[in-house]
């Protein structure tokens, strides 16, 4: 078991829960990371994706059962709550339940899924993931010096399509720490940890740096440099303490199995949620929102669950009845 995968998977799913704060700390200062959680949420997907099985219609269709159930759910049940706004038209009906635009997470990832499927078939690329990343980094430039609007800094804004060149990079680096992971478990590397709060504190102040100097927009793709630096470093240091972090105590433990296991419910949740919520002063708003936070999320992954399970059985049901006609 690959324990480090988890650990990063609950703190993607904390890092992005507590960007969504704003107006519960005393400060919004504290409210702040969401896009590292993302690019660690992508690069945890892809770590975990890399063996592909079957063609590629069972394969999408398998990614599409574990995200579209959740989705359509909680969609449904906050429509009926009025925390979503019925649309006014069929487009609007479309765009709410099937291409899932409230969720960036899920409009990004049921799109990145493709490309990722035939990276990790196709032997040759799924063995030169840096030579293709460089490749893909060309048009990233490409993209960016000539169709980018660069007047204003909005590079890491989640729902424009720029954006996915970063969680597509984030998925291969995810993918090849998985294919060469022999090279990285537990083996020592005090260089990473030096530099990871280096990283850490130049993400930031370089965000802080584009927010505040409108003049240096033209070099804001600086940022998502730093931030893809920052994740690489972030990975080598998680996966040189892999066995330290499975001998955590065992509470620990669960807690941050039980995070992992309800990341994509704990994300489609809590947006609506937490306004409707910050009525207390803190920190009982946080732990009311926290809370309700978790506890839907839960019933959202067993009712999930129950529903995925049963459409399973239907299926292989009808894959038996075929073969046997």
């Known amino acids: 078991m690959i324990y480090f995968a988890t650990v990063l998977r609950c703190l993607a799913a904390c ?14 200062l504290i409210a702040n990371g969401g896009l590292l959680g993302d690019v660690i949420f992508f690069a945890v997907s892809g770590f975990c994706l890399v063996n592909v099985r079957g063609n590629f219609f069972q394969w999408y269709g398998k990614r599409l059962l574990r995200l579209y159930p959740a989705v359509l759910l909680i969609t449904l049940a906050y429509l009926l709550a009025g ?13 709410l339940f099937i291409y899932p635009t409230n969720y960036h997470f899920v409009a990004s990832i049921l799109f ?9 078939r196709i032997q040759k690329l799924r063995e030169n993931i840096p030579l293709l990343s460089a490749g893909l980094c060309v048009v990233w430039l ?3 010096i000539l169709i980018y609007d660069r007047s204003y800094y909005h590079i890491d804004t989640v729902r424009e399509p720029m954006i996915r060149f970063l969680f597509f990079f984030s998925m291969l680096l995810g993918a090849y720490f998985r294919i060469s992971k022999d090279r990285f478990l537990n083996r020592k590397c005090v260089w990473a940890w030096i530099l990871l709060p280096c990283l850490l504190a130049g993400y930031f102040a370089s965000k802080l740096l584009f927010v505040r100097m409108e003049r240096l927009a033209d070099f804001q793709l600086v940022n998502q440099i730093v ?24 509470v620990l433990k669960r807690v941050i199995e039980f995070v992992a296991s309800v990341t994509l419910e704990i994300y489609l949740v809590q947006i609506s949620l937490i ?9 009982l708003n946080w732990l009311c929102i926290t809370g309700t936070i978790l506890l839907l999320a839960w019933i959202l992954h067993k009712v999930t669950g129950w529903i995925q399970a049963g459409l399973q059985r239907l299926f292989s049901r009808r894959r038996k009845n075929a073969a046997s006609a």
């Open 15 to 28: 890092i992005i829960t507590n960007s969504h704060y704003t107006g519960v700390y005393p400060t919004d």
């Open 83 to 95: 925390l979503f706004a019925a649309p006014e038209n069929a487009a609007g009906w479309l765009r």
């Open 112 to 120: 990145l899924y493709i490309p990722f499927y035939f990276v990790m």
């Open 142 to 144: 490409l993209v960016y």
């Open 227 to 250: 931030l893809f630096a920052l994740l690489a470093v972030l990975f080598r240091c998680f996966a040189s303490v892999d066995g330290k972090l499975e001998r955590l105590p065992r």
């Open 275 to 283: 306004p409707k919520l910050n009525i207390f002063p803190f920190p």
